[in-house]
C-alpha cells in the first residue's frame, strides 16, 4: 500500500464523531422503551453524520443522489439500557476496519442527560455504484472524494 | 368519452377490495394503540391489494420494477377506535373518482374480530412514469394494463 | 366564558411554532422521494415542538410519561412537493381551532433550502388521561399545566 | 435440573417455525432494496409466530396485553442478499440456547420464490413483567403458560 493510502486510511481510522438523536413518540413501543429496531436508525444516523463530516466537498446526499450507496452487510447490537420518548441520544461513531470492498464502523449510544450506554454495535458497509451495480474500493473512493 | 372507455371506468369503479393485515408490536406506540402514521401504512396494504387484484397481467410488484409509482397527492382519515396488537385489521378499498391524473380510493379499515370501525378515508393518487418522470392519464394506463 | 379562559385560548391560538427535521435515507421509498405517512412524522414534530414551547414549566416528553396522551382523531394532508434525503424541512404550526375536548392544529412543510411548499394540513387532536381513560377538557388541561 | 424442566426446554428448542411476511412498498429504501433495519422487523415476526405456536393457550398479543414483553438484549444479523418490493420472506425460527433469564433465537430469512438466503442472525430475549418490572425465568414462564 502507498504511503499516501497509509495516510488516508489512518485519517479516516482517527476520526471520531458525535452525532445527537432526540427520541421520537412514535419511536417507543407498547413496552414505553424504544422498539430494538429503531437503534438500527440512530447508528444510521452516527454514520450519515461521520461520512458527512469527512466528504465536505460533496456531503452524503449528494452522494445519494448520484446513487452511490452504503449497503449494510452486518450488524450486531448489544442492547444495555433502554431510551424512552424525549432521550436525546448521543451517538459516537468511528471506523474500526477498512478492508477492500468492505470497512466497519463501531457506534456507542448514549443516553445524554446521564451518559449512560443504551446500545453499542458495530455496522459492516461496502460502497455500491449503483449506475453500474458495483461494489467500489473503499479508500479509492474516499481518496477521490475527499477534500 | 369513447364507450370502451366508459366501461373501462365502471369497471375500476365497480371493484370491491378487501385486504387484511395483521397488527405488528412495532406499530404500537407508548399508548399501547396503533401510532396514526401506521394507518398509511395499512392504507397502502389496501391499495396495493386492489391493483394487484385488478391488473392481474402485471402484479403491482413489476409495475414498482418497470418505475411505474403511485405517489399519493392528499390523504384524510377519520381516527374512529384504536387498533392493538394483534388485531387483524380488514381494509375495505374502493376506487371513487377518476380524473384525468389522478384518481382518488375510498378506504375503511376495520378490526376482524369484531369488525367495529377503525379508521376511514380518501387517498388521492397520481400514477408517474418515473422513467420518464412524467403523469400518466389514469385510464390510459388502465387500459394498456389490464388483461 | 371566563375572561381567562378568552385570555388563554387566545394566548394559545397566537403561538407559531417553527421546528426543523432532517430527511432520513430511511424515510425515503423506491420512488427516491419522502414516503407519504412520513409527513405525518414530521406533522407530529412541529406538534411536539409547539408544547414544548408552551408548557415550559412540564415538558412534552414528562407528560406523556405521566400517561397523558395526545391521540390524533383526523388528519388531511394535502402534498405539493416531494422532499428528498437529506432535506431540512420547516415545519411551521398553530393551533386553529380549540373545542371542548379536541383542538385544531394547521402544519406547513418547507423544503428549507429554497421554502417551497412541500405539504400542508390539519391535525384533530385529543387529551387523554391514559390512568383514568378518560379525555380531557382543552382549556381545562392548559391552564393547570402552564406557567 | 428436574427432568420435566428438561423436556420442557427440549420441547422448546425442538420447534422449527415458519412464518411468511411481504415486503411492502414503504420497507424499500431509494436504494430499491429493503432497509436493513426492516429485517429486524421480519426477524419479530418470526419469533412472535413461534411464541404463538408454542403457548396456544394464551396468544402472545394477550401476553403483552397483561404486560408481557420480550426486549431484545442482543442482535446480529448477515446480509447476503437484498430483498426487494413484492417478495415473500419466508422467516425460519429456532429457540438455540435458553439460559435463566435469556434465551436465544436463530432466524433465517429465504425469498420464497427461489429460497434464497436474504439475511440470518441471533436474537438474545428477555422476557420482562411489566408490572412488577422484573425479570422471569425463561423455564418458568413457559412451565405456568403451556397447554
Same mark, same amino acid.
Given at each position: 500500500m502507498s504511503s499516501s493510502r497509509e495516510e488516508l486510511k489512518k485519517k479516516l481510522m482517527d476520526i471520531e464523531d458525535t452525532a445527537e438523536v432526540t427520541v421520537r413518540f412514535s419511536d417507543v413501543d407498547a413496552g414505553g422503551i424504544v422498539h430494538f429496531r429503531n437503534y438500527l436508525i440512530y447508528l444510521d444516523d452516527g454514520f450519515v453524520h461521520l461520512i458527512n463530516f469527512f466528504t465536505c466537498n460533496? +456531503? @452524503? /446526499? =449528494?452522494?445519494?443522489? !448520484?446513487? &452511490?450507496? @452504503? +449497503?449494510? !452487510? /452486518?450488524? =450486531? &447490537?448489544?442492547?444495555e439500557h433502554s431510551a424512552i420518548f424525549g432521550d436525546i441520544i448521543v451517538v459516537k461513531s468511528k471506523i474500526v476496519h477498512i478492508g477492500n470492498t468492505s470497512f466497519t464502523f463501531y457506534h456507542e449510544m448514549f443516553r445524554k442527560e446521564n451518559m449512560q450506554l443504551l446500545a453499542k454495535g458495530n455496522c459492516v458497509r461496502l460502497i455500491v455504484d449503483g449506475k453500474q451495480s458495483k461494489l467500489l474500493n473503499i479508500l479509492d473512493f474516499f481518496s477521490s472524494c475527499m477534500l
Open positions: 460533496a +456531503p @452524503f /446526499k =449528494d452522494l445519494v443522489h !448520484r446513487e &452511490i450507496f @452504503f +449497503p449494510v !452487510r /452486518k450488524v =450486531d &447490537i448489544a442492547y
